[in-house]
Every structure is written in C-alpha cells, then in structure tokens.
C-alpha cells in the first residue's frame, strides 16, 4: 500500500510539472511576441530581453525544483518569485500599447504561476518533507507524526 501512495504522489507532483512545462511554452511564445514587437524600438531590446529571460528563468526555477525534489529551492521560491514581480515594475513601460500590453500579460501569468504554487504550496512541501524522511530518516517534523502513528499502531494491535 505504501508503495501505491508514494506512486499516487509520484503522479501528483509530474501532472503539477506538466502543467507548469505549459505556461512555460506559453511564456516562450510571450517572449517571441515580444522580441517581433520590439524589433521596431532598439531602445527598449535589452530591457525586454531581460524581462522575459528573467520570467522564463523563474518559470525554470520552480519546474526544476519540482522534477528534482529539492525542497529548499522549492521554500526559496517566494523570493525568487518577489525579486521576479519587482523587477518588472522597476523598468519603464514603453510607449507602444501593444508591447504594454505583453508586458501587462506577462506579469498576469507570472502571478498566475504564482498563486498556482502557492495553491499547492503545502501540499508540496508535504511530499518533499515524506520523501527526504523516507531517504533520510532525519526530518523532525516528521518524526513526531511518525512516532504518534507508529505508537497508536500499536494500540491497536
């Protein structure tokens, strides 16, 4: 049974990566959107080049948290994800309302991802802290929920 659950939530975390891997094309396809509309303002290129690798590059952050159960970069990713919204209100918007625009849907599906993994957030941290118990037999959370169940086990039996 055990080996079922941890199947269960095997599948769980890779539908969650499957579904961050799509807004992550769908950023790409933001980014090249961005870079035929900027062709026409040279000044704004490196600017926009910025901004969109720094939101691919967050959208990379927190999928390569989740394929590679690290769970120190997936609790860092609040920060990462600060640094990631404040950078794109530091730099001026350009005059061009179509490249507003994208730029305003960027930052719609940053937050977006956002809220999406702050949604799951628990839920994650949960599976990352089982699996490093499991791996480790270290994690000090667990261990008390660990010893209440194996101790009410017990009594039972």
């Known amino acids: 049974m055990d080996n079922n659950f941890q199947k269960y939530r095997e ?24 870079l035929t509309v900027v062709g026409k303002y040279q000044n704004s290129t490196k600017t926009a080049n910025q901004m969109s ?17 690290r769970s120190l970069q997936f609790r860092l990713y609040p920060v990462i994800f600060s640094f990631t919204i404040t950078m794109a209100f530091l730099h001026p918007f350009p005059k061009s309302a179509f490249f507003v625009f994208i730029k305003l849907l960027q930052i719609a599906v940053t937050i977006f991802r956002a809220i999406w993994v702050f949604f799951f957030y628990e839920s994650f941290k949960n599976i990352f802290d089982w699996q490093n118990f499991l791996k480790y037999k270290s994690n000090q959370r667990l261990i008390g929920k660990c010893n209440i169940i194996f101790y009410l086990n017990a009594k039972i039996v």
């Open 11 to 34: 599948n769980e975390v890779m539908k969650k990566v499957f579904q961050l891997i799509l807004v992550f094309i769908f950023e790409i396809v933001l980014f090249g959107l961005e």
């Open 53 to 69: 690798i720094t939101y691919i590059s967050n959208t990379l952050y927190i999928i390569s948290a989740l394929i590679l159960r």
